[in-house]
């Protein structure tokens, strides 16, 4: 006998035309930030990044010569992927890159050759010169930025000269540039536009106490302008950075394992503040809030305050170095001992 060839059930059809419309639905949500026309992205927020590299050559020799799993080379292409996400997130993000030396702060991206108008889209001739071209079927634009991050890091290591007693990071110096120029792109921007500020700092050397004033003076700074700090640790905590986080609401992280710096900075970073709060990421750390004495630089829990400039000292001083107020200092009274009478013998 010969069976009846089952006949395709009557709704095949529906399902059919209803996954293909729902992956082209999906194609226009993919795409839609890529196709949306200027006049619909006037208003939208621009959403500035800057990344502050540690590239002091005393830490990092140290490292490679320890460990040589996680050089400086392989921090820098972490940071390159991290800047490439953060663009193609959205394209009215921007990306600012900044190496922290111990003898100088030196804007990697955007360099000398950047036009302002290149960081908009708007640059025309002079941003095709920059972007030569890329062999691998790379967006130009990135491939452009990588090379110059390179080159600049390149030249920046192999002309540093460390025969001086500076062997200290200029952290204080590249968070003060990098508030500059948050504050010069504000101003560059169209006028019906926002621009959302954060900086994240990823450090390897250990904190200089000698930076403690100028420090605060940049998270306060940063604070008042909205401006967001991260910080990444990679060696022994920072309590500077610990403060500066928690006072301007960023996030701070310190990496167990280096190799895997790339995943931390996808993960916890790469997201803005809105995104943070629906996300699950480590829980806050303890903030240590030990302030550094004005006399010797040392973090210290318990010491003296001068009333009029607020300098905080570890030892006592009746004159204050700072503005050279004298305190009268008011002595319990001396209490005269009592004269004992004589007993006269009868």
Known sequence: MKRRKSSPPEDTATEESTRDRVSMAARRLLL???MVSPAETHDDELSLLVVIVDTNPIWWGKKALGEAEFTLSKCIDAVMVLGNSH???NRNNRLAVIASHTQESRFLYPGKGW????LFGDGGSSMESNCSGSKDGKYELLTAINDA???EIKDLMTKSDMRGQQTETLLVGSLAKA???INKMSK???GNQEIKSRILVIKAAEDSALQ???FMNVIFAAQKQSVLIDACVLDSDSGLLQQACDITGGMYLKVLHMPSLLQYLLCVFLPDQ???SQLVLPPPVHVDYRAACFCHRNLIEIGYVCSVCLSIFCNFSPICSTCETAFKISLPPVMKAKKKKLKVAA
């Open 149 to 151: 991050i390179a080159e």
């Open 87 to 89: 663009l193609l997130m």
């Open 188 to 190: 560059d921007i169209k």
């Open 115 to 118: 036009a302002a108008a290149d």
């Open 212 to 214: 403690y004033m100028n």
């Open 32 to 34: 839609r930030p890529w």
């Open 179 to 181: 508030l500059c120029y």
């Open 274 to 276: 809105e995104q943070r």
